[in-house]
């Protein structure tokens, strides 16, 4: 059975940061490639950063310099580092694990940035 458990999340002020992890189990995690997507209340899911099975990175445009996504296959888990956390940054995180053939989702984390 594929799991994909996010964790991290919570309330923190603008400015502060947050460490987010995804636990993987049931799937061949170092040749998935894994990304961290964000959802804000009322918005639709919007794709935050991805990393592949070679370790190449991709941020979009709003969130570089400030997210940073990594992975450590020996513990089938990628992380998100978010530092400088605005009130737009606020929603819930998912986690994604994709490859050709196959797409999973974890049941996502909430981050609240407030003061």
């Known amino acids: 059975q594929v799991q994909l458990v996010e964790s991290g999340g919570g309330l923190v002020q603008p400015g502060g940061s947050l460490r987010l992890s995804c636990a993987t189990s049931g799937i061949m995690f170092s040749v998935f490639t894994m990304g961290w997507y964000r959802q804000a209340p009322g918005k639709q899911r919007d794709l935050a950063a991805t990393?592949?099975?070679?370790?190449?990175?991709n941020y979009v445009d709003s969130v570089k310099g400030r997210f940073t996504i990594s992975r450590d296959n020996a513990k089938n888990t990628v992380y998100l580092q978010i530092t400088g956390l605005k009130p737009d940054d606020t929603g819930v995180y998912y986690c994604n694990a994709r490859n050709r053939w196959q797409d999973y989702w974890g049941q996502g984390t909430q981050v609240t940035v407030s003061s």
């Open positions: 990393i592949d099975s070679g370790g190449s990175t």
